[in-house]
């Protein structure tokens, strides 16, 4: 069946598409699709079997192409992957314990821990706001602080930790900016708080590692830590680097496009400052965020102690294995509080709260989301690519 490039094809009656239901998540593409679909409309939906209705069993021939296959294998395997480090993790959290020591003044501190992690999105959007205006794709204050909460709700909700950037993504493409330069501002944001997190686990590596008495410990702290450093300056040292071929081939293209934009943000001297400021007081909220948590129980943990080994779980956990980085981060915050002398079972205890916290900033940002203009339009409009 031919397609037509003017106006996308409906769905056929017969099949309901998931992502037509009125849930929160109904209008979102899917994360593997975006790229594939960057640069032309929405076709439609396929037929499954005769009349257009969906058989009980799908064929892999009936699915629209070979990565939505992959897509479901890989958020089946990030379900696998959380499931299994909660349950290694949980099997050492002593829940009567902590039910025991939340009161009316743990109360408190989760609704400061709450308070922190607004304001940790309000800088982050400070810094996106920078970002995306040399991106071309500039956004009023209201409307990325829109995005980013929206973005939070999905954070939790995607089978990725980084899922609320692939909305956000989308969002600002629908805006009018168009994917490209979308794209370019996630990737560059996202790329510049990498390297402002990497340089304070170095700042914070001469403590961190007397701190750390167990060998294995230094050694995974360092090689996390180097390997984030060294693919951060490495990405910055793309755009500067001379060779014509960086510019040409499609494997670099884009990526030196980003690190052109990358280096002139960070090295301009009117918004260098501010994107530093910005982009490492991100990092300390979140360490001021699990310090609250920690006083939430009185935990006996130092906030010297936190500072040095919050950093390195964050970064950990920004790996896209699990959803919504759970399972990962509360394995690593026991391990590292295990290597750090700490007793473990509060590791994971600090871990379940904070992202109890992240949760409800999340729900928070799935209220936007319900009551959004984008969320009405239910992804119906095309997406027109600017010249």
């Known amino acids: 069946m031919g397609s037509n490039p003017e106006k996308a094809v409906q769905p056929s009656r017969g099949y309901e598409d998931p992502f037509s239901r009125t849930a929160a998540v109904a209008a979102i593409p899917r994360q593997a699709t975006i790229a594939r679909s960057a640069f032309k409309p929405y076709q439609g939906a396929r037929k499954f079997g005769a009349g257009g209705v969906a058989p009980f069993f799908w064929l892999p ?4 192409n070979a990565g939505e296959m992959r897509r479901i294998l890989l958020s089946a395997l990030k379900i696998l992957v959380s499931a299994a480090l909660l349950y290694l993790a949980l099997r050492k959290a002593n829940f009567a314990d902590l039910a025991s020591r939340i009161d009316v003044a743990s109360l408190g501190w989760i609704a400061l821990a709450i308070a ?10 400070l810094r996106w706001r920078i970002v995306s205006a040399q991106c071309g794709a500039p956004l009023p204050i209201q409307q990325a602080m829109r995005y980013n909460l929206i973005g939070t709700f999905f954070n939790q909700t ?10 956000r993504l989308w969002l600002v493409a629908r805006a ?5 330069a979308a794209t370019y501002s996630i990737f560059v944001d996202r790329a510049i708080g990498l390297i402002a997190l990497a340089v304070i686990i170095v700042a914070t590596l001469p403590w961190s590692y007397h701190l750390i008495g167990n060998p294995y410990g230094r050694y995974a702290l360092l090689l996390v830590d180097f390997a984030a450093l060294a693919g951060g300056v490495g990405f910055l040292l793309i755009g500067v680097l001379p060779w014509p071929w960086l510019k040409r081939w499609w494997g670099t293209h884009h990526i030196h496009a980003c690190a052109v934009i990358a280096n002139r943000v960070i090295f301009d001297r009117h918004n260098g400052p501010k994107i530093a400021v910005l982009s490492l007081l991100v990092h300390v909220l979140a360490v001021v965020i699990a ?5 939430s129980i009185a935990a006996p943990v130092a906030f010297g102690q936190i500072f040095q080994l919050v950093p390195p779980v964050m970064l950990i956990t920004m790996l896209p294995i699990s959803i919504a980085g759970w399972g990962v981060r509360e394995a690593t915050m026991g391990l590292a509080f295990g290597y750090a002398g700490l007793m473990t079972n509060e590791g994971i205890n600090i871990s379940l709260l904070y992202g109890a916290v992240s949760f409800i900033v999340g729900a ?5 989301w319900i009551v959004s203009a984008e ?8 997406i027109e690519v600017p010249e």
């Not at 009018?176 to 490209?180: S, V």
């Open 61 to 64: 021939s009936d699915l629209a």
């Open 375 to 382: 969320k009405a339009s239910k992804g119906a409009k095309p």
């Open 291 to 295: 310090w609250c948590v920690v006083q």
């Open 158 to 167: 995607l089978p990725s930790s980084i899922g609320g950037d692939a909305v």
């Open 116 to 125: 922190v992690t607004f304001f940790q999105i309000f800088v982050g959007v």
């Open 364 to 368: 928070f940002g799935g209220l936007v």
């Open 176 to 180: 009018g900016a168009g994917w490209r």
